[in-house]
């Protein structure tokens, strides 16, 4: 007999990719309660689950762009497993489409997650080969959205990568008292999750191994956009690097 819990929770990460949000994945997924939608990719993204990622990896990042969410449900659904009681998804599109999950994931609950604009920048740089302007432009536009999903979700809970690193005790308790039946979380382990040193690690900061790796040039770019938007630094607590 298959078990089905009598009232899912749908957890949805929204977050800018390359923020460490795969690392927060695999700590919610240490709980026994906890069910990934894609637990066997190496991102755990739902997003790139294959009946569902034509639809949803084409032109991700174009906020008009409406997706077909009873459709998507529906497969995710058959990938989570109902018998537990919290059903988690990360993609980070989805920070885009939040008000829309909201309506179709009763009850949909929200960790609201980001990173240092530095630290995030350099990795589209390294990565993509992006420059400084254009990554932190990137930066700033799904800061916004953020901005709008703290202030306009029903229940969402705030948290940053540097909070998660520094200080995880904090971090656990914030998130059993979101969603209680979740009821344990690990993390005194390794973890799997991409990090710049390419190696499975314990939680550790890469803030600043990332932020070394940008040239003066790289931070001045970065920086001419940071300085038009510091209205959004200061609402997430960050400051801006002198160089």
């Known amino acids: 007999m298959i078990f089905f819990w009598r009232k899912n929770k749908y957890l949805f990460i929204l977050t800018p990719p390359a923020s460490g949000s795969t690392l927060l994945t695999e700590i919610l997924m240490t709980s026994p309660h906890v069910s990934c939608n894609n637990p066997e990719s190496s991102r755990k993204e739902g997003q790139k689950v294959d009946s569902v990622r034509q639809i949803m990896r084409d032109d991700p990042w174009n906020e008009m762009k409406e997706m077909p969410w009873p459709f998507i449900k529906k497969e995710w659904r058959k990938k989570w497993d109902l018998g537990r009681p919290v059903l988690l998804e990360k993609s980070p599109p989805n920070l885009l489409r939040s008000a829309a999950i909201e309506k179709h994931f009763i009850p949909a609950f929200f960790i609201v997650f980001i990173r240092n604009p530095y630290a995030n920048c350099e990795h589209w740089i390294r ?37 998660l690193v520094s200080d995880q005790e904090g971090s656990r308790r914030k998130i059993l008292e979101f969603i209680p039946e979740i009821e344990s979380l690990v993390t005194e382990r390794i973890f799997d999750a991409p990090n710049i040193s390419g190696e499975s690690s314990e939680i550790r900061d890469f803030n600043k191994q990332k932020i070394n790796n940008l040239s003066p040039d790289q931070l001045a770019g970065i920086n001419s956009v940071l300085k038009e938007n510091e209205e959004i630094m200061d609402y997430f607590q960050y400051s801006l690097i002198d160089v």
């Open 127 to 163: 990565k993509n080969s992006w420059s400084p302007e254009r990554s932190s432009e990137f930066w700033v536009r799904l800061a916004g959205y953020q901005k709008w999903n703290l202030e306009n979700l029903g229940r969402r809970l705030y948290l940053r990568y540097e909070d």
